[in-house]
């Protein structure tokens, strides 16, 4: 089934060390992009990339990293987690302009 | 900061009723506006969109009521059904251009038999 999938679904996280979520998606769309979900707050976009080998800052960007190597991934770093990162992450795609984005199922953090 | 202020953030309708969630926005950069709908455990998916060159838009029972001088757009879920029970999220794009779609923080509907 196309889409996107990401991997961990769930993972527990001690503070200070390194994580990395993975995207990949099968649409061939160019933008992709990574929010956390979290209680009260709702979807809050985190990174963002129109084509591969660019990306861009969104509302809550400081503590991650992202990275386009080619179309299809896009990985999301923690270099040092910390407890305000426990969250749910969802990756999506869009085709350009369309508007519709496609959301994988979450990787759900949580960080001690 | 771009922002997407959503309300109610929780909403019981009984079966058969309507349920209303509204939204308002500041500027945008891309006049679309979408809600998107996630059931527990999964990922929010397209519901309905809206581009405001209409004032609204239906699809089945939902529809999408636009007011682009107060900034407003709402959805209104007609006999609201068991299975409408999930998390409603109205966006709208930042001034940042169309790929920085704000969410609001989300409508938790449940709708009870």
């Known amino acids: 089934i196309a889409g996107i999938t990401q991997a961990p679904t769930s993972q527990i996280l001690a503070a200070g060390r390194r994580m990395t979520l993975r995207c990949t998606q099968d649409?061939?769309?160019?933008?992709m992009y990574w929010y956390r979900q979290d209680l009260g707050l709702g979807l809050r976009l985190i990174h963002y990339?129109?084509?591969?080998?660019?990306?861009g800052k969104g509302e809550v960007p400081d503590g991650y990293s992202v990275s386009r190597a080619n179309t299809d991934d896009f990985p999301l770093t923690l270099a040092s987690a910390v407890p305000s990162q426990t969250s749910v992450y969802f990756c999506?795609?869009?085709?350009?302009?369309?508007?519709?984005?496609?959301f994988g199922e979450g990787s759900r953090l949580t960080v001690l | 900061q771009q922002q997407v202020k959503q309300s109610p953030q929780s909403l019981i309708v009984q079966k058969g009723g309507i349920s209303i969630i509204n939204c308002a926005y500041e500027?945008?950069?891309?006049?679309?506006f979408p809600w998107y709908q996630q059931f527990p455990g999964k990922g929010p998916a397209l519901l309905i969109a809206?581009?405001?060159?209409?004032s609204e838009k239906k699809e089945g029972r939902f529809t999408i009521s636009f007011n682009k001088s107060a900034k407003q757009f709402s959805l209104h879920i007609m006999d609201s059904q068991p299975g409408d029970s999930a998390t409603y999220f109205c966006?709208?794009?930042?001034?940042?251009?169309?790929?920085?779609?704000?969410f609001g923080a989300g409508t938790r509907l449940a709708v009870h038999p």
């Open positions: 999506a795609s869009s085709g350009t302009y369309t508007g519709e984005l496609f």
């Open positions: 649409m061939r769309h160019n933008a």
């Open positions: 990339s129109n084509t591969a080998g660019t990306t």
């Open positions: 500027n945008t950069a891309f006049d679309y």
């Open positions: 809206i581009r405001p060159d209409v």
């Open positions: 966006a709208a794009f930042g001034d940042g251009g169309y790929n920085k779609l704000i």
